[in-house]
């Protein structure tokens, strides 16, 4: 660890805090339809789009309604992701003449993409046409996050409303989610991209003469050695800024290329790195301003934010940490810090990010349900690859997902309401409205369908030598890692990997695309349910004996409560995972 | 519920080409007339001919080259199919590898700087730390003639600082000081 590299943390931490106010108020004025500036261009468009549309935007929709209208826009959503997908051969735009994706696969990367998980399971750059990058993926970042923008808002509205029964217009908050909040951003953000080198053509790929040919030694299907002369390098291309700004803003993470955010052509400089950081938490940071706002109580969307930094710290302190340890395995290779090098565990890392950069970036993109990658997670050390895993299976709500992490971690102050509720022995309160028991019951569900998935799937995965351990790229604890990564980052939407896993298998297309897809929208229900109950609700005066929720008192049970819900339920499985291999690695095991 | 999928229908038709197909050219024109060379991936022709980009690194073995890190995309540095090597520190793979590559990279007594020994993320990194390319100009010394101090001074020459003196770390783009290497008047 450097005083350089704890310089760039904090610098990123005190940009986030700083910004999330002013971001806040701005979305607060976007959802309660109040003026904004950019008023004057984006009124007329929504206009239009209501009138050719058919949306009525006056109209109130009650949480079922809400939920309703989410399912059949998103089920449009991914039929016109898997249809382009298999079509793209047919379609323009498509130079390097890529064949129609496979059935499973366009499957599984249209939930994938509807979901805002953007789990990978292909290589994009040999596998997904410019059109299909355009029209089937870009598009879900826009879509889901603004999905995602629009549910947290409802259920903001589910607090904040006293005695009602809807919870807002869908049409209206994703509309306004999209033209007010995730595109202008998106198209400054992309240009500052291009600014440092990020590409955006439509150029066939480049064939570029090496400078020094290599010789390449391969075995031959008879056992002899083959040698190949390599002459050129062929250089994928494609439009990445407009796509990469939209990645990294609605926190999808889905690459346009396979090394994702470590592509010098998606992430060429620390400066786009940085920006990426903080792109990842810029609107869940907000979020939690707006929240306060809107339920009339500032210091509860700061208290929210407090819990978030706390365990945002402790997640990069381990992690940064781990990651600057040398590997004890290697031998006769200088893996101390110096002036010249950072040292550490340098496999699956670029030079120009180092360590410091590419383990807070591993951090944010698993605290928020983002998934980019600007290293190999497979590749860290093992406390330092457990960091990524634990944010999500958290439940991504340390700063979250756009929109997804503040509902999943309101979900998580009902609970802790409830707790304190029950150590004074009252009925619980939150933000003066009764926590009763059909709203405990919805949260409960809403956290045991989550450990449900990622634990069943990876203990039957596991138990399936043919179909889910040929896949492994590690043995040992480590492909055990894999595999819970995966399901974790799929239930999770998170959609970074261990990349190691080979997934574009029939048995892993199914079932994290299942696991995606439920996680994903089994989770919402309960969610809006429990936000549509709470709007019904009267409010009841406050008097001494209410919990506050805006003291450092509710930050550290908040925190606790979401530790000791977490610990409880994964702390088995870690343990066999990533614990163990950390002690086998210290014990000079190699698998 | 009949009405509701009709305006879903169409408001996913409409968004679809406005942000899969208007934002995406727009960014693609905005970028060509503000960064062109960007735009098209900062390439480096000679003779009219292109030899790479400047982001994307590229294989170099020789004795007589600056070498770049082992990459695990395709063959090496293909940039048609980044990759890393996603093994894990117990990997036996990894451990056998990285001690293949410290054998051949060793010059001396000296430990060998762990980026030179390890695959990057993208396998496609363009650049080494300062630490690895003045690790290797005792071997590009000998079999170029040419004096360390000249070769010390092309190192700095082409050693990258942290951006604004804060961000990332500092690096050497292994191509561009290669190309430069090339340039250099021998004695």
């Known amino acids: 660890m450097s005083l350089n590299g704890w310089l760039q943390i904090a610098l990123f931490i005190a940009l986030i805090l700083l910004l999330a106010k002013p971001m806040g108020s701005y979305m607060t004025r976007v959802f309660e339809r109040r003026r904004t500036w950019l008023d004057p261009v984006l009124v007329p468009c929504e206009r239009l789009l209501y009138r050719l549309t058919g ?56 939930i994938s993409f509807t979901t805002n998980t953007n789990w990978q399971a292909y290589t994009p750059e040999t596998t997904m046409s410019y059109l299909t990058q355009m029209l089937g993926l870009a598009t879900h970042n826009f879509w889901s996050a603004a999905v995602g923008l629009a549910l947290a808002i409802a259920f903001i509205r589910g ?66 050695p083959i040698t190949t002369t390599v002459t050129t390098q062929t250089i994928a291309q494609g439009p990445v800024a407009s796509q990469e700004a ?40 907000g979020l939690t301003a707006t929240l306060g706002q809107m339920v009339g109580s500032p210091r509860h969307g700061w208290a929210i ?31 101390q810090h110096s002036l010249t ?65 503040l509902y999943g971690m309101l979900v998580f102050v009902v609970i802790s309401v409830f707790i304190a509720g029950l150590m004074v022995g009252r009925t619980p309160e939150y933000l003066g409205k009764k926590v009763e028991s059909y709203d405990v019951q919805m949260a409960m569900l809403y956290l045991l369908i989550f450990p449900l998935l990622i634990l069943g799937f990876a203990a039957v995965t596991v138990l ?7 896949s492994l790229a590690n043995h040992g ?112 095991n190699t698998f | 519920m009949k009405k509701t999928i009709i305006t879903a229908t169409l408001y996913t038709l409409i968004t679809a080409i406005l942000l899969g197909i208007g934002y995406p050219l727009a960014i693609t024109g905005l970028a060509h007339i503000f960064f062109p060379k960007q735009a098209d991936g900062e390439l480096i022709t000679r003779n009219g001919a292109v030899i790479g980009s400047h982001l994307i690194g590229q294989s170099f073995t020789g004795t007589t080259y600056f070498h770049s890190r082992p ?52 396998g496609l990194d363009p650049d080494i730390t300062p630490a690895a390319a003045l690790y290797q100009i005792p071997r590009i010394a000998r079999e170029r003639h040419l004096s360390e101090p000249a070769l010390t001074a092309l190192v700095a020459a082409h050693t990258t600082p942290r951006q604004f003196g804060l961000l990332g770390e500092p690096r050497v783009n292994v191509l561009d000081l290669n190309l430069a290497l090339d340039n250099l008047p021998t004695h």
């Open chain 1, 159 to 224: 607090i904040a409303r006293r005695e009602m029964k809807t919870l807002g217009n869908f049409w209206v908050d994703l509309t306004r989610g999209t033209l007010w909040i995730l595109l202008p951003i998106s198209v400054v953000f992309a240009l500052a991209l291009v600014s440092q080198g990020v590409i955006q053509n439509l150029n066939p790929y480049t064939t570029a003469t090496l400078v020094e040919p290599q010789h390449i030694t391969t075995t031959g299907a008879d056992g002899k």
């Open chain 1, 305 to 335: 934010l407090a819990a978030m930094t706390l365990l945002w710290f402790v997640g990069v302190f381990t992690c940064y940490w781990a990651e600057s340890q040398p590997n004890p395995l290697l031998h006769n290779i200088d893996q």
């Open chain 1, 464 to 470: 399936m030598p043919n179909l889910g351990l040929s």
């Open chain 1, 55 to 110: 949306v009525v935007p006056t109209e109130e929709m009650r949480w079922t309604q809400y939920a309703l209208t989410m399912l059949i826009f998103s089920a449009a959503t991914l039929v016109l992701t898997y249809v382009v997908e298999r079509l793209q051969l047919l379609l323009p735009l498509n130079p390097q003449h890529l064949a129609a994706v496979a059935p499973d696969l366009a499957l599984n990367t249209a």
């Open chain 2, 71 to 122: 990459s695990a995309a395709g063959t090496g540095y293909d940039a048609g199919s980044s990759s890393g090597s996603n093994l894990a520190p117990t990997s036996k793979s990894l451990i056998d590898r990285t001690t293949a590559s410290t054998v051949t990279e060793q010059t001396g007594t000296a430990p060998v700087p762990v980026d030179l020994v390890t695959a990057s993320a993208s």
């Open chain 1, 246 to 285: 939209i990645k990294m803003l609605g926190t999808n993470g889905g690459g346009f290329f396979n090394a994702n955010s470590a592509h010098p052509f998606e992430n060429p400089t620390p400066l786009t790195n940085f920006l990426q950081l903080l792109s990842i938490f810029l609107i869940p940071a």
């Open chain 1, 477 to 588: 604890p480590h492909g055990l890692s894999e595999i819970l990564y995966a399901y974790a980052s799929a239930t999770g939407n998170n959609g970074s990997a261990f990349m190691g896993l080979n997934a574009n298998t029939h048995w892993y297309n199914y079932s994290l695309g299942i696991a995606m897809f439920v996680g994903r929208f089994m989770m919402i229900i309960p969610m809006l349910a429990l936000a549509g109950n709470l709007a019904g609700k009267k409010i009841v005066p406050e008097t001494a004996g209410t919990f506050p929720v805006t003291t450092p008192l509710f930050t550290i049970l908040l925190t606790s409560v979401i530790v000791i819900v977490g610990a409880l339920t994964f702390f088995p499985a870690l343990s066999l995972g990533p614990i163990l291999e950390h002690l086998l690695l210290h014990a000079g």
């Open chain 1, 341 to 405: 090098q950072p040292g550490g565990n340098m496999e699956g890392k670029e030079v120009r990010f180092g360590i410091a950069s590419s383990a807070l970036f591993a951090t944010v993109t698993t605290d928020a349900s983002c998934g980019a990658v600007n290293s190999m997670h497979d590749s860290f050390t093992p406390l330092g690859g457990m960091v990524p895993l634990v944010n999500i299976l958290l439940g991504e709500i340390v700063f979250g997902g756009v929109g997804a992490g």
